[in-house]
């Protein structure tokens, strides 16, 4: 069955760098969309990046504006896993943070299974 | 950025009702327009993808219609196994927005 499995999250000050990794199985990896999405506590969701089957090219590659040029997504098709470097974090990047697979039907993607989530808490 | 409004933010029910939650769309996402289901402390489970089709497993009370603007999830018999927080997003054009989330409490 498909897993997804986060890693990486925890207590970070503001200003320092966390890398988040998401462990994927029970599926072709290299054939879905990968995406990452984030909760702060007692808020809703907010999307923050994804990225195509492959990313070779900057176009398949797309960040909320609130975290662009911070964050960094990634993936390792060979190791069926993804990434999200996260650098210069602020406190309000607090949050649980999701990874999701994209699934593309109709001409539109949706995020069929969804990983448990890790905390990333940022706070000096 | 495409905002998307969901009304009401809360509603309570009781086993049984049929229970409607509305999303509109700031601008027009076709039909590019899901819906998911969050329990207190799990991740989301998506119902609905395209507005109106169902995701395989999901159980068949659960339904999804509308497109351009406004969208509907219609929950036709609530379970208690429904009361949860639900969230629509769209995928039309990034960065991709979710509503503010329905919570659907038990009366």
């Known amino acids: 069955q498909v897993q997804l499995v986060e890693s990486g999250g925890g207590w970070v000050k503001p200003g320092g760098s966390l890398r988040l990794s998401c462990a994927a199985s029970?599926?072709?990896?290299?054939?879905?969309?990968m995406s990452w999405i984030r909760q702060a506590p007692g808020k809703g969701l907010e999307w923050v990046s994804y990225?195509?089957?492959?990313?070779?090219?900057?176009?398949?590659?797309k960040y909320a504006d609130s975290v662009k040029g911070r964050f960094t997504i990634s993936r390792d098709n060979a190791k069926n896993s993804l990434f999200l470097q996260m650098n210069s974090l602020r406190a309000e990047d607090t949050a649980v943070y999701y990874c999701?697979?994209?699934?593309?039907?109709?001409?539109?993607?949706?995020?069929?299974?969804w990983g448990q989530g890790t905390l990333v808490t940022v706070s000096s | 950025d495409i905002q998307m409004t969901q009304s009401p933010s809360s509603l309570s029910a009781s086993v049984g009702d049929r229970v409607t939650i509305t999303c509109r769309a700031s601008?027009?996402?076709?039909?590019?327009l899901n819906w998911y289901q969050q329990k207190p402390g799990k991740a989301p489970k998506l119902l609905i993808y395209?507005?109106?089709s169902l995701q395989s497993g999901v159980p068949s009370r659960f339904s999804g219609s509308g497109s351009g603007t406004d969208f509907t999830l219609t929950i036709s018999s609530l379970q208690p196994d429904d009361f949860a927080t639900y969230y629509c997003?769209?995928?039309?054009?990034?960065?991709?927005?979710f509503g503010q989330g329905t919570k659907v409490e038990f009366k």
């Open positions: 395209t507005a109106s």
């Open positions: 990225i195509s089957i492959t990313s070779s090219s900057s176009s398949y590659i």
């Open positions: 999701a697979r994209g699934r593309a039907a109709g001409g539109g993607l949706h995020l069929d299974y």
């Open positions: 029970g599926f072709t990896f290299v054939n879905y969309y």
């Open positions: 997003q769209q995928s039309y054009t990034t960065p991709w927005t």
């Open positions: 601008q027009s996402i076709r039909s590019y």
